[in-house]
C-alpha cells in the first residue's frame, strides 16, 4: 500500500535522524520578585497576546512541518477501528520522522491508544483531535507552574532592569533573535539596552547596533576582544545605574556545548550579572536552530548544564520540516520554548503557544 511505502521510507530517514535519549532534566522553578514595575510584569503577557492574532503568520512559518505531516492526513483517511494498531504503528513513524523523536512519539501515540482502548476515540476525527491534545499535554505538562499559559511568557521579574542573557552555538540566531525581541519590547514602550557580549565579532555587534537603531534600543560599547564577562558586568552595571532602562538583553559569541572553557565563561557571564543586580538574570535563554532537529537535544542538555536555562527560542522553523523537534526538547528537557522564529522580520519571532502549535500542525 501507498501509505505503508512511505511510511517505510519515513522509518529508514528517522533512523538517520535520531539521537539517542539521555536522562530527563528537571524544571528549573524560578521565583521572581514580587514588587516593582508594572511594565515588566505586563510585558511578557502582552506579546503573546498580541502574537494570538498573528497565527496565519505562524501557520505560514510551519509549512515545512506540516507538510511532512501529511502523511497523517493519508493515514486518517484509511482509519478503522478494527485494524487502529497497525495505523497508530504507522503514525509513530510519521512522527519519529518529523523530529517528534522515538520516546515523545511513542507517548503521543500510547495518548491515544488509551482513547480507543476507553472508547474516547472511535473516528478518524477523533484520532486527529486526540493527536493534538497529546501534542499540547506533552508541551505543557512539564511546565512552571503547570501552565503553558504561564511558562511560554516571557517572565521579567519585577525588579528594574529586567536582565536576559542569551546564549547559544554559532549562527542558531542569537543575535538576530535579540534585534526582533528588542524591536518587539520598544513598540510596547519599554526602554531596551543591548550589550555587545559577543566580543569577537565586530559583525555581531554591528549587526546589532544596526537592530537598535531601528528599534530605539541603548547600545553598549563593543569592547573587541575583551572578557564577555567584563562587557556585560560594566553594561549591566550602567544600565541600572541609569535608572530608565527596563531590559537588558545581553548577547554571547556562539560557542560548542562540547567547549569546556567557553561554557565556563557562559557561568562567568551569568555570574557577572548576579553581582551587578544582586540576583540571577530574569531569563536564560538558550537560542536553537530549529533546523538541526533533535541534534539541538544534546545541546540544550549542555548549555542547560552550565548555566540553568529558563527557557529556550528554537529559530528557523519557517526553513525547517523538523519542528517535530519542538515538541521532543520539550518533552524531554522539561523547560519551556519562549519563542520560535518563523522567518526574519520582528514579527516573525512568535511567542510559542502550544495549542496553536498543534492547530498549526494538524489543520481542522
Ligand atoms: N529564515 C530564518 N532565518 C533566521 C531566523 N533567525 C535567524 N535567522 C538567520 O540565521 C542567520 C544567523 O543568525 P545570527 O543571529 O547571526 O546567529 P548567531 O550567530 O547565533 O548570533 C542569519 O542569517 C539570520 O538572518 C529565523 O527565524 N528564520
Ligand atoms: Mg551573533
Known amino acids: ?106 507517548k503521543v501515540v500510547d495518548r491515544i491508544r488509551e482513547g480507543i482502548k476507553q472508547g474516547t476515540v472511535k473516528t478518524a476525527d477523533d484520532t486527529k483531535a486526540a493527536l493534538k491534545a497529546a501534542i499540547v499535554e506533552v508541551l505543557t505538562k512539564n511546565m512552571q507552574g503547570g501552565s503553558a499559559a504561564k511558562s511560554a ?79 556585560i558586568g560594566d553594561c549591566v552595571t550602567e544600565a541600572k545605574a541609569r535608572g530608565d532602562i527596563d531590559v537588558v538583553i545581553c548577547d554571547t559569541a556562539g560557542r560548542l556545548h562540547t567547549a569546556y572553557a567557553l561554557m565556563e565563561e557562559l557561568e562567568a557571564c551569568k555570574a557577572s550579572i548576579a553581582r551587578a543586580v544582586g540576583r540571577q538574570p530574569d531569563e536564560t535563554l538558550l537560542v536553537l536552530d530549529g533546523t538541526t532537529g533533535l541534534n539541538m537535544l544534546n545541546q540544550a542538555r549542555e548549555f542547560n548544564d552550565s548555566v540553568k536555562l529558563t527557557g529556550l527560542i528554537l529559530t528557523k522553523l519557517d526553513g525547517s520540516a523538523r519542528g517535530g523537534a519542538v515538541v521532543s526538547v520539550v518533552d524531554q528537557l522539561g523547560l519551556p520554548v519562549k519563542f520560535v522564529g518563523v522567518g526574519e522580520t520582528p514579527a516573525d519571532l512568535q511567542p510559542f503557544n502550544p495549542d496553536a502549535f498543534a492547530e498549526a500542525l494538524f489543520p481542522k
Not at 530527563?24 to 498580541?50: E, H, I
Not at 519519529?96 to 512519539?105: H, L
Not at 565586530?202 to 531601528?214: D, I
Open 1 to 106: 500500500m501507498l501509505v505503508q511505502n512511505k511510511v517505510q521510507g519515513l522509518r529508514q530517514q528517522a533512523k538517520s535522524c535520531c539521537q539517542p535519549r539521555s536522562h530527563r532534566r528537571s524544571l528549573q522553578v524560578r521565583a521572581s520578585a514580587s514588587t516593582g514595575s508594572n511594565l515588566l510584569q505586563r510585558l511578557g503577557r502582552v506579546l503573546k497576546d498580541k502574537a494570538a492574532g498573528d497565527f496565519d503568520r505562524f501557520v505560514k512559518g510551519t509549512s515545512k512541518t506540516r507538510e511532512r505531516l501529511g502523511l497523517v492526513e493519508e493515514l486518517l483517511a484509511i482509519w478503522s477501528l478494527e485494524d487502529y494498531e497497525t495505523t497508530l504503528e504507522e503514525l509513530e513513524e510519521v512522527l519519529i520522522a518529523a523530529d517528534f523523536g522515538p520516546k515523545t512519539a511513542l
Open 153 to 231: 511568557e516571557l517572565v521579567l521579574g519585577s525588579e528594574k532592569p529586567a536582565v536576559i542573557l542569551v546564549v547559544g552555538v554559532n549562527g542558531a540566531g542569537k543575535t538576530t533573535t535579540i534585534g526582533k525581541l528588542a524591536h518587539k519590547l520598544g513598540a510596547e514602550g519599554a526602554k531596551v539596552f543591548l550589550v555587545p557580549g559577543d566580543t569577537f565579532r565586530a559583525a555581531a555587534a554591528e549587526q546589532l547596533a544596526e537592530w537598535g537603531r531601528r528599534s530605539g534600543a541603548v547600545m553598549g560599547p563593543f569592547r573587541e576582544g575583551a572578557k564577555p564577562q567584563a562587557v
